[in-house]
C-alpha cells in the first residue's frame, strides 16, 4: 500500500450503532488530520494530530472521538450520530508538524450515512 | 477573518477549450496558496501552490495559477482541458498564524465532448 489508505470506503449505520473509521499512512509524515466534507461546504478540520498528540478539536461533538496509536494509524471512533453527520470523511497527512504551508496528502475517504 | 472564495459552484467547458477557476481570498498578509483537486472516488491532490517569488506558478498535469496581491486572487488555468480534467477543485490559504488551511467551497468542472 501506498500514500494514506481509509477503511470502510462506504458505511451505513444506525443512530445508535457504534463504528470506527480507519486511516493508515505509509509516507511517514508526523501530522494527521481528519476533515468532513459535506456537499456545497469547505472542507471542516475536525482533529489534528502531531507526533500522536492531539494538538486541535475544532469544537467537534463529543460523538465523534478521535485515536492515534501511532504516527501511521488514525481512528475515528462514531457514536449515537445523527442524520447530519453523513458526509465525506477524509484522512490526511503531512510531513513535519501541522502546518500552514505543509502539502497535506489525503486518502480517498470515508461516505458515512447514517440513518 | 481569513476567507476564501470559489465564486463558481460549477463551470461547464468544451473539450480543447481554455479554462480559469477563481479563487480570491480575505486576509491582511501575503498567505500560502493552494490548488487541490478531487477526482470522482478520491481524496484531494495537490495541483500548485505558492509561498513567494514568482507569482505565476506552474503544476501538474499542465495547469498554471497566477497570484495577484492587487487583487487578493489565485486564479487556476490550463490552456486546454482534456476530459480526464473533470472534478472538483479546491483553493486553499494558509496563513502563519495559525496552522490549519482555509479551504474555498470547491468549483466542480464539468468537461463537454
Known amino acids: 500500500e501506498t500514500g494514506v489508505t481509509q477503511t470502510p470506503r462506504h458505511l451505513v449505520m444506525g443512530m445508535t450503532n457504534k463504528k470506527s473509521l480507519k486511516c493508515e499512512q505509509h509516507?511517514?509524515?508526523?501530522?494527521m488530520y481528519w476533515y468532513k466534507q459535506s456537499a456545497k461546504k469547505p472542507l471542516e478540520l475536525m482533529f489534528v494530530y502531531n507526533f500522536k498528540e492531539q494538538t486541535e478539536n475544532n469544537s467537534v461533538p463529543s460523538r465523534f472521538s478521535p485515536e492515534c496509536p501511532n504516527s501511521s494509524h488514525l481512528f475515528l471512533h462514531l457514536h449515537t450520530l445523527q442524520p447530519e453527520d453523513s458526509a465525506l470523511y477524509l484522512c490526511a497527512s503531512s510531513p513535519g508538524g501541522p502546518s500552514s504551508y505543509n502539502e497535506q496528502f489525503f486518502g480517498p475517504g470515508t461516505r458515512l450515512t447514517v440513518l | 477573518a481569513q476567507s476564501v472564495t470559489q465564486p463558481d459552484i460549477h463551470i461547464t467547458v468544451s473539450e480543447g477549450a481554455s479554462l480559469e477557476l477563481r479563487c480570491n481570498y480575505s486576509y491582511g498578509a501575503t498567505p500560502y496558496l493552494f490548488w487541490y483537486v478531487q477526482s470522482p472516488g478520491q481524496g484531494l491532490q495537490l495541483l500548485l501552490k505558492?509561498?513567494?517569488?514568482d507569482t505565476l506558478v506552474q503544476g501538474i498535469k499542465g495547469f498554471e495559477a497566477e497570484f495577484k496581491r492587487s487583487q487578493s486572487s489565485f486564479n487556476l488555468r490550463k490552456p486546454s482541458v482534456h476530459w480526464s480534467d473533470a472534478a472538483e477543485y479546491f483553493c486553499?490559504?494558509?496563513?502563519?498564524?495559525?496552522?490549519?488551511?482555509?479551504w474555498g467551497a470547491g468549483t466542480k468542472l464539468i468537461i463537454k465532448p
Open positions: 486553499a490559504v494558509g496563513v502563519d498564524s495559525n496552522y490549519q488551511l482555509i
Open positions: 509516507l511517514g509524515h508526523n501530522a
Open positions: 505558492y509561498f513567494s517569488g
